[in-house]
């Protein structure tokens, strides 16, 4: 069965780790776990935006790795304390169980896209 979506049908919401008053990053969930086929490790597919001058809270996923591709903005990425300046086009893995945080360092927003895959 062909499940369409489109990304205007998606509102804004903080991350799942952010203090919903005062959120870090901001996430459109495209596909989310439920909707995907009950064999499929995929947890989610999601556009992210940062703000400017912005930081999202440092967090882990134990059983989940996530990937980042970013398309407009500059930043940096830290994963267990290794950081590294991001910019578009770069993509970034973090395994299952690594904390990660990433921070805009520019003046627009960061935005990116995140994808979650299943361990098990």
Same mark, same amino acid.
């Given at each position: 069965?062909?499940?369409?979506? =489109?990304?205007?049908? /998606?509102?804004?919401?903080?991350?799942?780790?952010?203090?919903?008053? =005062?959120?870090?990053?901001?996430?459109?969930?495209?596909? /989310?776990?439920?909707? +995907?086929?009950? @064999? *499929?490790?995929?947890?989610? #597919?999601?556009?992210?935006?940062?703000? *400017?001058?912005?930081?999202?809270? +440092?967090?882990?996923?134990?059983?989940?790795?996530?990937?980042?591709? #970013?398309?407009?903005?500059?930043?940096?990425?830290?994963?267990?304390?290794?950081?590294?300046?991001?910019? *578009?086009? @770069?993509?970034?893995?973090?395994? +299952?169980?690594?904390?990660?945080?990433?921070? =805009?360092?520019?003046?627009?927003?960061?935005?990116?896209?995140?994808?979650?895959?299943?361990?098990?």
């Amino acid at each position: 069965m062909l499940k369409k979506v =489109n990304r205007k049908d /998606r509102d804004w919401e903080p991350g799942s780790h952010e203090d919903p008053q =005062n959120p870090g990053v901001y996430k459109k969930v495209l596909v /989310r776990q439920e909707e +995907a086929d009950p @064999d *499929s490790k995929l947890m989610m #597919f999601q556009l992210c935006k940062i703000p *400017s001058r912005t930081t999202h809270v +440092a967090h882990s996923h134990p059983t989940m790795d996530e990937i980042f591709y #970013f398309e407009e903005g500059k930043g940096e990425i830290e994963v267990d304390g290794e950081k590294e300046k991001i910019v *578009s086009g @770069d993509r970034i893995i973090v395994p +299952a169980g690594q904390v990660h945080q990433i921070r =805009n360092t520019g003046t627009v927003e960061l935005k990116f896209i995140g994808l979650g895959v299943a361990l098990d």
